[in-house]
Nanobody
């Protein structure tokens, strides 16, 4: 599975962005998808994940209530809607996929990774 993340950019505090993760191949509809982020000088951290059907989601406490993960299996795409953005959300955001259908918050649970997309939140 090859993944491509899109939608990053520069936004002011309190603004919104929606990231997209586009996958090739029909297997995507059975994959779990996760979003992770890595700020400059920091370790990669978990953001959110969604099961293959879209019915199961999970969020890091730091984004709960502000971010929403979703997917459209007909379009082989997963989304991360980010609202009320804060400067501490500034990072490179990565999407990842796992064929088992659920992988949770551990980055080592994901087999496939896309390139990152930069999100910068100005104060």
């Amino acid at each position: 599975v090859q993944l491509q993340a899109f939608g990053g950019g520069l936004v002011q505090t309190g603004g919104s962005l929606t990231l997209s993760c586009v996958a090739d191949g029909p297997s995507f509809r059975s994959d779990a998808v996760g979003w992770f982020r890595q700020a400059s000088g920091k370790e990669r951290e978990y953001v959110a994940s969604i099961g293959w059907s879209g019915r199961t989601t999970q969020y890091a406490n730091s984004v709960k209530g502000r971010f929403t993960i979703s997917r459209d299996n007909d379009k082989n795409t997963a989304f991360l809607e980010m609202n009320n953005l804060k400067p501490e959300d500034t990072a490179v955001y990565y999407c990842a996929a796992e064929p088992s259908g659920w992988a949770g918050s551990k980055s080592h649970g994901y087999d496939y990774w896309g390139q990152g997309t930069q999100v910068t939140v100005s104060s």
